[in-house]
């Protein structure tokens, strides 16, 4: 079956480093993506990790590891605008369609002065 | 307009109603996708068009109706709904559906459709 797991919701202090944790079980690997969700709006592309190790991208770092099934999203030198949900998404061979995208449920961070 | 665009942004109905969604993207996207956003649950593939033909449809009731006139536009049309029809339903698009290396989705800001 598919399976995609990461915490629901966390609390961080503004300025501090937050790691977000995703957790994955597919059929097929191509990829996997992270996704930041303000309330109400559309969600917008972080990252994208296909190979093993760190992706650095400003204050925001993806990593993945594939033999383990694992990737964190962390956030540096947190905002307030930073509070958000942050959706973990694989990329992989569902239904026929290569290409789709499987979400988890997503983490919802707040962020505290 | 730019990017991916959701109409109406807010939908209030009656189960007895026939309503429609309409998205458009401008990313000369050869793909294009509805979702539905419950709350505490993942985002959920409803359907899936790769240039206006129909390559997914992930055992969705009959009751949501998507049609695709060309590979900008998509629609979702609604009737008889039930209340846990309630959700936020988005619309996205992608350069292709088959993609040997990277899909990434550009998503339209939504539909919040309440059912009563």
């Known amino acids: 079956g598919q399976n995609i797991d990461q915490p629901t919701e966390m609390t961080a202090t503004e300025g501090a480093i937050v790691q977000i944790n995703c957790t994955y079980q597919t059929s097929g690997f191509n990829g996997l993506f992270w996704y930041q969700q303000h309330a109400g709006e559309a969600p917008t592309f972080l990252s994208y990790?296909?190979?093993?190790g760190l992706e650095e991208k400003g204050r925001f770092s993806s990593f993945l590891s594939r033999s383990k099934g694992y990737s964190y999203l962390l956030l540096k030198e947190l905002q307030m605008k930073d509070s958000a949900s942050y959706l973990c998404a694989v990329q992989g061979i569902y239904g026929g369609s290569q290409g789709n995208l499987i979400f988890g449920k997503g983490t919802k961070l707040s962020v505290k002065p | 307009e730019t990017g991916v665009t959701q109409t109406p942004r807010h939908l209030v109905m009656g189960m007895t109603n026939k309503k429609s969604l309409k998205c458009e993207q401008h990313l000369g996207h050869n793909a294009m996708y509805w979702y539905k956003q419950s709350a505490k649950k993942p985002l959920e593939l409803m359907f899936v068009y790769s240039l206006e033909e129909r390559v997914e449809n992930n055992s969705v009731p009959s009751r949501f109706s998507p049609e695709c006139p060309n590979s900008s536009h998509l629609f979702l049309h609604l009737h008889t709904l039930q209340p846990e029809d309630s959700a936020l339903y988005l619309c996205a698009s992608s350069q292709e559906v088959r993609a040997a290396y990277s899909n990434e989705q550009f998503f339209g800001p939504g539909t919040r459709l309440t059912v009563l």
């Open positions: 990790n296909v190979l093993d």
